[in-house]
């Protein structure tokens, strides 16, 4: 099955409103028409960001879709610092990425919380990023199986095949976010196949239209290779997405290498 290719810009806390209005006009000037024919471009600012790029992409028609970092899982009430689902859908956001490894490891978040998360955003509408990723002291251990498919099947338990169909999951090794350190093409395939796999056993058809993104140091000169590999259908960019130029690069992978 043809799966659009999903490139996504994860500005974690970086950019004002001022800097990030800068930034997605830059992308957009860059960018072409026909690029986002052949890739969806989503970019996650902080939130406090998210209402001025709503605006900006609205009143400047962009195709870039507008995403969001986090977000909790009840609609509303006494949760102090939280946003709710409702509230990101409101401004239109296309794309909340849930269970990023920091959430996780410097915010305790649990696959338990994960899936909460996930269900919300599919409640509201949107598409969930959910990330999975093995530490490297996992990856030593021979314990990045067991991890990604207990991240995966506890991350998406209680949903449907056909809602599962239309996710995204993004593989990001944590020992490889902003390190420097990519994943060789073939390890980042062979644990995006896993993903699939286990999608497939579970939810069988799913598995074919369901999105993996990989994630960790992704570089216009690392993306081409990593692109190529049959199971990986997208990126999900930190560091590099902040710079539009060589975000737009990694946007068109196809021209580079
Ligand atoms: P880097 O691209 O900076 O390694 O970050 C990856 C990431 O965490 C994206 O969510």
Known sequence: MERKPL?????????????AIQMVQKLSYILNPQDYEKVDVSVHPPFTDLRSIQTVIESDQMSIKLGAQNCHWEEKGAFTGEVSTAMLEKLNVSFVIVGHSERRELFGETDAEVNKKVKAVLKSGMTPIMCCGETAEERE????????????????????GEVVGEIVVAYEPIWA???GLTATPEDAQSVCGLIRETIKAKWGQASESVRIQYGGSVKSGNCP?????????????????????????????RLVG
């Not at 991890?147 to 998406?156: A, D, P, W």
């Open 177 to 179: 976010i902003g390190t």
């Open 225 to 253: 290779d990593l692109m190529r590999q049959p199971d990986i259908d997208g990126a999900l960019v930190g560091g590099a997405s902040l710079d539009p130029d060589e975000f737009a690069r990694i946007v068109n992978y």
């Open 141 to 160: 251990a021979q314990k990045t199986e067991e991890k990604v498919k207990t991240q995966i099947e506890s991350g998406l338990s209680g949903l449907k």
């Open 7 to 19: 490139i996504s810009g994860n500005w974690k806390m970086h950019h004002n409103h001022f800097e």
